[in-house]
């Protein structure tokens, strides 16, 4: 199974919500799972404007260290393919929204996000995740 994260994913995974249990144990399980040097971008700077500076800097860290998280850097074929989402669908995509969906697209992928708006995506699967105001306790 190969899972593409989104920032709020990720985000949901390092906080430890409940909302994503059965992905934190799809990973442990050894799943393939990618993201964007995009997603990690937005996921510094979303989390040192929330939480602060030294937690964006562990949770790049941690996320960088997991074993099966590959993080995918834009290339011209993805941006490439990532303008031509763009394009496609305007203003309803982000310019990052474009670029997990094209890599989704181009690993083969289901897109874990937290962006409801990106059901409207046709060319990968797309599993959208609420936030739960729950922490499990456990966390990568």
Not at 9 to 27: N, Q, R, S, T, Y
Not at 105 to 112: A, Y
């Amino acid at each position: 199974m190969k899972l593409v994260l989104d920032t709020g994913v990720l985000m949901l995974i390092l906080k430890g919500d409940p909302a994503v249990k059965e992905v934190v144990d799809a990973l442990r399980r050894g799943a393939e799972a990618y993201t964007a040097t995009t997603n990690m971008a937005e996921l510094y700077y979303k989390t040192e404007e929330k939480l602060g500076r030294q937690v964006a800097i562990t949770w790049f860290n941690r996320l960088i260290r997991l074993r099966n998280l590959t993080i995918i850097s834009v290339d011209t074929k993805l941006a490439l393919r990532a303008g031509e989402l763009k394009a496609k669908y305007g203003k309803q995509l982000s310019l990052a929204d474009a670029i997990i969906i094209a890599l989704a697209e181009e690993c083969g992928g289901r897109l874990l996000t937290t962006d409801s708006r990106l059901r409207v995506v046709k060319e990968v699967s797309v599993e959208v995740y609420g936030f739960s105001n729950q922490e499990l306790g456990v966390k990568l």
